[in-house]
């Protein structure tokens, strides 16, 4: 396997400080529809791109 192309399968980890977050791919009108997703325990992975969003300690609840 190529750098090339294990650098393309990447997962991107976002560190957040939140419960809530969203997701759109982040590649502008390539991405993917914006999904809203919900840290029940300590990481959750966006559905359409396998983005890791990990909660740090100490993380607000964020509920409304």
Do not use: W
């Not at 957040?16 to 809203?36: E, I």
């Not at 840290?39 to 509920?63: H, M, N, V, W």
């Amino acid at each position: 396997m190529s750098v090339q192309t294990e650098a393309a399968n990447a997962t991107e980890i976002f560190h957040v400080k939140s419960r809530a977050v969203s997701c759109d791919g982040g590649v502008g009108p390539l991405g993917h529809p914006r999904v809203y997703l919900r840290i029940l325990d300590k990481q959750i992975a966006c559905p359409y791109c396998s983005r890791l969003f990990i909660l740090e300690d100490g993380a607000t609840d964020d509920s409304h």
